[in-house]
């Protein structure tokens, strides 16, 4: 249809909806095709990994679907809320409310402790204060609360960051490479955590290189050349 504009309607039931994503990169003169209408659903307590080489799109989609980047092309929606086509203070704000996002360098501020951390991320998604003991157990680190992120080994940070991506009680965990750096046994600890946050409900979407990773997902999204291989 000639001049309509493309508006997928939130599907019932789908925590995390993409629709036709497109994103290109110019650099140097050249047209980089990251995403080249990818689409995807995700449903309460489901988790989905996204698969493929290096440069393949991972990390872009991710941040599309997180609204830290907003795609040329395509909608996303987020708990059954618009997130593309907004302000990025809008899209702040419902990240806020409805994701938790687990960077591959880390998403702990390094001047706040682990429960400041945690804290910090509930603030900002207008949830009240609470004993984050619960949080910090669940995550193996009963006791650390007041620790930097400076003190921790890197599996420990690992853990903690997985915390405050759950600091919000969001509906859908994002998670870019987050065992990338970690040994075998703290990669499958990382692991189970999300199987377990999953089995509450919480849709968990995981881009990583890992097959360990790719064995306990419910689906595999492949990519190459920012297109689902199907
Ligand atoms: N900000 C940017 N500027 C220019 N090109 C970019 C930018 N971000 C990504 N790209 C390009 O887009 C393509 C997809 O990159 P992306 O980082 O999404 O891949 P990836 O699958 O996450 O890779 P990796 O597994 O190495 O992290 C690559 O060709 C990359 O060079």
Redesign the pocket.
């Known amino acids: 249809m000639a001049g309509s504009r493309y508006r997928p309607a939130p599907e019932p039931g789908v925590v995390l909806q993409a629709d036709r994503l497109y994103?290109f990169?110019?650099?140097g003169g050249e047209e980089?095709l990251?995403?080249s209408g990818v689409s995807l659903r995700l449903a309460a307590g489901e988790r989905v990994v996204v698969a493929?080489?290096?440069?393949?799109?991972?990390?872009?989609?991710?941040?599309c679907l997180a609204g830290l980047d907003e795609p040329d092309g395509g909608v996303v929606h987020v708990a059954g809320h618009r997130l593309t086509g907004r302000t990025e203070a809008e899209r702040a704000r419902l990240r806020a409310a409805h994701l938790g996002m687990v960077y591959?360098y880390g998403n702990l501020l390094e001047h706040l402790t682990v429960a400041r951390n945690i804290a910090f991320v509930r603030t900002l998604a207008g949830r009240r204060p609470v004993d984050v003991s619960d949080l910090l157990e669940s995550v193996g680190l009963a006791g650390r609360g007041g620790a930097y992120p400076a003190e921790l080994s890197g599996g420990q940070a690992a853990r903690a960051g997985l915390a405050v991506a759950l600091a919000n009680d969001p509906e859908v965990l994002i998670a870019?490479?987050p065992t990338g750096e970690l040994d075998a046994d703290t990669e499958e600890r990382v692991l189970g955590l999300l199987t377990a946050r999953a089995a509450r409900g919480i849709a968990v979407l995981v881009?990583s290189?890992s097959p360990v990773i790719a064995r306990t997902a419910d689906r595999v999204l492949t990519?190459r050349d920012?297109q689902e291989v199907r």
């Open positions: 994103r990169f110019h650099t980089v990251a995403l493929g080489e290096s440069g393949s799109g991972k990390s872009t989609l991710l941040a591959q870019d490479e881009a290189h990519l920012g």
